[in-house]
């Protein structure tokens, strides 16, 4: 099992441009999330999907679009980048839910730059 | 406002010694709180999930407790070595959805 793959590793991008940060995973999970990264503020919940055609907003989500058209691919959108965007990001599968808690599992990460 | 609280300094202990991390949360009152390990240049990787209902948990080396009058949970890790530097971050799911709020982590450093 591969687990969380994550497309591109890293990426430059102008200010205006528009990309998809890909992810996928194999472990048929339903739930799966995007996170940023930047120093000193930890994880930054972006969007999450609880399954496909399912999709629901987290913490810092403007400037992001979702979808959820298959269990294995969830990829994050930026639709007109800014600096701000400047970050690393994550995506995680998540095991769990039922009662039973979550544990999400990462992938590599994707690190982008916004000049 | 909620906040989930770590300690911002970086942590630096002698191998073979107990390390001993502190997550903090407020206006929260989550069922589940995790424990994840990670590496520079690398994404987090799960280690534990403790229960509101369980005090204490261990795995091998690892410890941790959940106080939920508190409000915080304890991470242990004993007879440390280098390879356990790294940052640990905590999280919580607050809602019971899948949409898991992570402290900013702290910086643990074992010296030889």
């Known amino acids: 099992n591969a687990g969380v793959t994550q497309t591109p590793k890293f990426q430059v991008l102008k200010t205006g441009q528009s990309m998809t940060l890909q992810c996928a995973q194999d472990?048929?999970?339903?739930?799966m999330s995007w996170y940023r990264q930047d120093p000193g503020m930890g994880l930054r919940l972006i969007h999450y999907?609880?399954?496909?055609?399912?999709?629901d907003q987290g913490e810092v989500p403007n400037g992001y679009n979702v979808s959820r058209s298959t269990t294995e691919d969830f990829p994050l959108r930026l639709l007109s980048a800014a600096p701000s965007q400047t970050s690393v990001y994550f995506c995680?599968?998540?095991?769990?839910?039922?009662?039973?808690?979550?544990?999400?599992?990462f992938g590599p990460g994707t690190r982008l730059t916004v000049t | 406002s909620q906040k989930i609280e770590q300690n911002s300094e970086a942590l630096n202990i002698q191998e073979g010694k107990t390390a001993t991390l502190t997550c903090n949360y407020t206006?929260?009152?989550?069922?589940?709180l995790q424990w994840y390990r990670q590496d520079p240049g690398r994404g987090p990787v799960f280690l534990l999930l403790?229960?509101?209902?369980?005090k204490e948990k261990r795995k091998e080396r690892l410890k941790v407790t959940f106080d939920t009058t508190l409000k915080q949970s304890l991470f242990h890790i004993t007879a440390s070595q280098p390879a356990d530097s790294a940052t640990y971050l905590c999280?919580?799911?607050?809602?019971?959805?899948?949409?898991?709020?992570f402290g900013s982590g702290t910086r643990l450093s074992i010296r030889p």
């Open positions: 999280a919580l799911d607050p809602s019971g959805a899948p949409k898991i709020i």
């Open positions: 206006n929260y009152s989550p069922a589940y």
């Open positions: 999907s609880v399954g496909a055609g399912i999709t």
């Open positions: 403790i229960r509101e209902n369980e």
């Open positions: 472990m048929n999970h339903e739930y």
């Open positions: 995680a599968s998540t095991r769990g839910g039922g009662g039973a808690g979550y544990e999400q599992y």
